[in-house]
């Protein structure tokens, strides 16, 4: 039985409105081109790559460093004191430890500690708007004045692998506040989540193991279609009222079949699709999509993301901009300034700022 | 293993907390709790702005033990605009060559581990040549 989204109270929204005050994005300076992939493990053949080049870490930095450098951003645009963030909340696979969090040290470094929420969430490329949500609610609820959620992985792909063309690093960095502080506004936000195993790395493994095909319509195109498709009922909304849409973007044709799909056109998710240059930032993909948009974006201008996460689900949030933006989004530095930082590297390199090569 | 010596390190690791003295103003790094300027005693924390400039370098091809796998690496002498000059590796240079005078700018990376992949990873100040942007 289908449900009726426009009457059903589906829709995730906070006691008390909630918006973002300070966003920040990172980005490290490394890059490896599909070719590079493609001639190790291809033979050369060039067709068809996912992307175009993939950001990969220096050999000293990982998810903690990343999103210190993300969180640092996005303080700047907030412009408060890191006391009164009460939570630190960090999406990711690939945290450093197995045990210890990673929002400890984030904390430290930034200066939340020690009257703070510290948290690591797992739930593969959806952790980081998992965090937002859970923000959003512990500040929707007045619990805490402000919130900080991340996104962000050093994402792996087994050698020769197709996921060793996209699997990236980066992400991004949001604090939430009162909406009467915020640059942006949360309108509201609804999940779509089900048992769907199309992508999955067991405890000990290094590198993830994928579904082959199954990853694409059951998972990735079901879950940001339906969240996507009944936000929109629910808020009464069509494509039309959104100058942006953003998704989760794996590589450059998913994200751009399922704006299609959900009835949105190429104007609209141009300055979000940053996975043609950046590669697939995991935790990090959808919402480093978004602090690119809000470097651009006008007052007034509404926005849909919807991420997705294997496993597998999808968070779809429904945000508009405020007149604060204006004077808040020049205070660090923006999504494109990381993208034009750029080395290229070759595939020698990358096994070995990747820890690919065993010494012993 | 020098879990308790990173532990007590850490606020001026993580994000250059040093000191500054209430007597003569000076700006301490690393904090000591006594002015090397005028002797008096000095806990007031002070967070350095982290912006600096390449006061000297050199290039380390070989290397402390722990710090083989990112070698060879640049070491430079950091004054920072506060005053204080600090030790540190450069990072993220990429191709850029380095200079006497470059502008820099902390950022806070993986310095090593201890222990090989058993022990603590030990994070800590490192600078980068200044990103375009806003100051």
């Not at chain 1, 493609?38 to 033979?43: D, F, M, N, P």
């Not at chain 1, 974006?297 to 945000?319: H, K, N, Q, Y």
């Not at chain 2, 006594?34 to 091809?61: D, H, I, L, N, W």
Request: aromatic share 10%; charged share 20%; glycine share 10%.
């Amino acid at each position: 039985m289908m449900n009726d989204y426009a009457t059903d109270p589906i829709l995730l929204k906070p006691n008390h409105p909630v918006g973002i005050i300070g966003y920040g994005a990172y980005v490290p300076r490394y890059r490896l081109p599909a070719t590079e992939v493609a001639r190790l493990w291809k033979g050369g053949e060039g067709e068809g790559l996912p992307i175009k080049e993939k950001a990969v870490p220096g050999f000293d930095e990982d998810t903690i460093t990343m999103s210190i450098e993300a969180s640092r951003n996005a303080l700047k645009r907030a412009g408060i004191d890191p006391k009164e963030i009460r939570a630190v909340w960090i999406g990711s696979e690939s945290h450093p430890y197995a045990v210890k969090p990673s929002s400890t040290i984030v904390g430290e470094a930034i200066g939340c500690s020690p009257h703070f929420q510290a948290g690591d969430w797992e739930f593969a490329c959806k952790a980081g708007t998992e965090a937002m949500v859970a923000a959003i609610g512990l500040v929707g609820s007045r619990m805490a004045k402000y919130a900080l959620a991340i996104g962000m992985d050093t994402a792996q792909g087994r050698p020769g692998d197709a996921l060793e063309y996209t699997a990236a690093a980066g992400g991004a960095a949001y604090i939430f506040s009162p909406a009467d502080e915020a640059v942006a506004i949360i309108n509201a936000t609804f999940s779509y989540v089900t048992d769907t195993p199309d992508f999955w790395r067991r405890p000990e493994q290094h590198y993830p193991e994928h579904g082959q095909r199954f990853t694409g319509d059951p998972a990735y195109f079901k879950h940001i279609t339906e969240a996507g498709k009944h936000m929109m009922q629910a808020m009464n909304t069509t494509p039309a009222d959104y100058k942006y849409a953003v998704f989760h973007q794996p590589n450059t044709k998913f994200p751009q079949r399922v704006a299609g799909l959900l009835g949105f056109s190429k104007e609209q998710y141009k300055t979000g699709l940053l996975s043609p240059m950046i590669g697939n930032t995991y935790a990090g993909a959808a919402i480093i999509g978004l602090t690119a948009i809000l470097d651009e974006a006008e007052p007034g201008d509404r926005i849909l993301l919807v991420s997705f996460g294997s496993g597998a689900g999808s968070d779809a949030m429904d945000i508009t901009v405020t007149d604060r933006i204006l004077e808040h989004r020049d205070k660090a530095l923006k999504t494109q300034d990381y993208i034009a930082r750029r080395t290229e590297i070759d595939y020698a390199t990358y096994t070995r700022l990747r820890g690919k090569l065993t010494m012993r | 293993m020098e879990v308790p010596r990173h532990w007590r390190l850490k606020k001026q690791r993580y994000a250059l907390v040093g000191e500054v003295c209430p007597h003569c103003s000076s700006k301490i790094f690393p904090p000591r709790d006594v002015c090397p300027y005028c002797g008096g005693e000095a806990k007031t924390q002070f967070s350095f702005s982290g912006r600096g400039q390449v006061y000297s370098f050199t290039q380390m091809t070989s290397v402390p033990v722990g710090y083989e796998q990112s070698a060879p690496y640049t070491m430079a002498l950091v004054q920072l605009e506060e005053g204080p000059v600090v030790t540190a590796q450069l990072t993220d240079l990429g191709e850029q060559h380095v200079e006497i005078g470059m502008p820099v700018e902390m950022v806070t990376r993986k310095i090593r581990t201890d222990m090989d992949d058993r022990g603590i990873i030990i994070y800590g100040y490192k600078f980068r040549p200044v990103l375009a942007g806003p100051r």
